[in-house]
């Protein structure tokens, strides 16, 4: 098991604490998208805890305009260049799915940590190379599912886990996927042939199942349907059609470790209820309602109610939760919010040996998961979960 990893470059004047852990971005844009978005300003928001030194983009002019940008020292035009630097201890990848695997490796054989976002890879094959590649070289991978990581989904664990509603009996997802619906962007173009691996299984659906196995454990055995009812869709400025493969109904039913009954429906678009999550148990319920079907952004509201009063009351996320991010704990919309959090657990995986922040071998696992609601579909037959 890697040990604990001390961060001393020159750069850094000595001290009692750590030294930053010095980051560097793959797929960061000056035109936008997610780097800026989120992983900028959530590095940001931890200053003592890391440093953005490097980043890399397509081509070295589109590099050059994204270290102007961002302020970034060191901007470079491949990979390869970034992953050499010794300023870098943690190359964090953020371009589309299919280019997961080449840049994860080439960071890895560079001896690197590694932070990639979630999908891990096209597909559970890739995950598992990426995870045990990262064993064999003895590094530290890590995967961008930061749902589990969220105050809120991180409050209600402690709920669930506190008794507040007892014995689990039952848990029920409504989720909207946001994309996947009627029209697409240029941005979004990929997300319509799901050999591309960015599909709303494995993005939105992935992304809340992983916070709803953190609350409540992992699916055992499940059955799903699921459909692609729209095989048309619509550019949204142009009006161009363009044909699409990606599943946009997903009905999973299953049992999870406790014993209680899970259901969880994903619809591709918007819908009049975007996210409402019930929590059902001997003692009370909880729900959980939002705007969005990512968990991932961490941007809902629980309320609760226990069987001496049946009335529901909100139960506001307790400031403690927000105590690793405080520069954050009033921008609880911004897209930074819970990558930030994810991020100051990562910091205590690195320097303290911790395993908070789910690694390769999680991600391999979860992508299995995923694979057993596309057989359920496929085939009809209840699937039995392992590890």
């Given at each position: 098991?890697?040990?604990?990893?001390?961060?001393?470059?020159?750069?850094?004047?000595?001290?009692?604490?750590?030294?930053?852990?010095?980051?560097?971005?793959?797929?960061?844009?000056?035109?936008?998208?997610?780097?800026?978005?989120?992983?900028?300003?959530?590095?940001?928001?931890?200053?003592?805890?890391?440093?953005?030194?490097?980043?890399s983009a397509s081509s070295a002019e589109s590099a050059k305009a994204?270290?102007?940008?961002f302020g970034v020292p060191l901007a470079f035009g491949s990979v390869e260049e970034l992953v050499e630097r010794d300023e870098v201890d943690l190359v964090v990848v953020t371009v589309k799915v299919p280019h997961h695997r080449e840049l994860v490796m080439s960071a890895l054989a560079a001896g690197k940590t590694v932070l990639s976002e979630w999908p891990l890879g096209?597909?559970?094959?890739?995950?598992?190379?990426?995870?045990?590649?990262?064993?064999?070289?003895?590094?530290?991978?890590?995967?961008g599912l930061q749902a589990r990581s969220a105050p809120p989904v991180?409050?209600?664990r402690d709920l669930v886990a506190d008794g507040y509603v007892g014995r689990v009996l039952s848990t029920s997802v409504v989720a909207s996927g946001r994309k996947w619906g009627a029209t697409f962007d240029n941005r979004s173009a990929y997300l319509l042939d799901r050999a591309n691996g960015a599909t709303m299984l494995s993005i939105p659906f992935g992304h809340t199942i992983d916070g709803l196995a953190s609350v409540l454990g992992e699916f055992t055995e499940l059955s799903a349907t699921t459909a692609?009812?729209?095989?048309?869709?619509?550019?949204?400025?142009t009006g161009q059609p363009a044909p699409t493969n990606v599943d946009d109904q997903i009905a999973v039913t299953g049992t999870l470790e406790s014993g209680a009954v899970a259901s969880v429906h994903f619809r591709g678009g918007i819908a009049a209820t975007n996210f409402l999550w019930e929590i059902n148990g001997t003692e009370g319920d909880l729900l959980v309602t939002g705007d969005s079907g990512h968990l991932q952004f961490g941007?809902?509201?629980?309320?609760?109610?226990?069987?001496?009063?049946?009335?529901?009351?909100?139960?506001?996320?307790p400031a403690r939760y927000d105590a690793n991010v405080p520069a954050l704990a009033t921008a609880r919309d911004s897209m930074a919010y819970t990558v930030a959090h994810a991020y100051a657990?990562?910091?205590?995986?690195?320097?303290?040996?911790?395993?908070?922040v789910p690694d390769f071998t999680h991600?391999?696992?979860?992508?299995?998961?995923?694979?057993?609601?596309?057989?359920?579909?496929i085939t009809g037959e209840r699937q039995r979960v392992s590890g």
């Open positions: 098991m890697p040990s604990p990893l001390s961060f001393t470059h020159a750069s850094t004047p000595a001290t009692d604490s750590p030294a930053p852990i010095g980051v560097g971005i793959v797929g960061l844009s000056a035109s936008g998208g997610w780097a800026g978005t989120a992983h900028v300003p959530a590095l940001a928001a931890l200053p003592d805890a890391y440093e953005l030194r490097a980043l994204a270290g102007e940008e096209t597909g559970t094959t890739e995950a598992e190379e990426m995870a045990a590649f990262a064993q064999s070289r003895k590094l530290r991978g890590f995967v991180r409050y209600l692609t009812r729209r095989t048309e869709v619509r550019h949204e400025e941007q809902v509201t629980i309320h609760g109610a226990r069987a001496n009063n049946a009335e529901l009351a909100e139960l506001p996320v657990q990562l910091r205590a995986d690195l320097t303290e040996g911790t395993h908070t991600a391999a696992r979860h992508h299995r998961l995923l694979d057993h609601v596309q057989q359920a579909a």
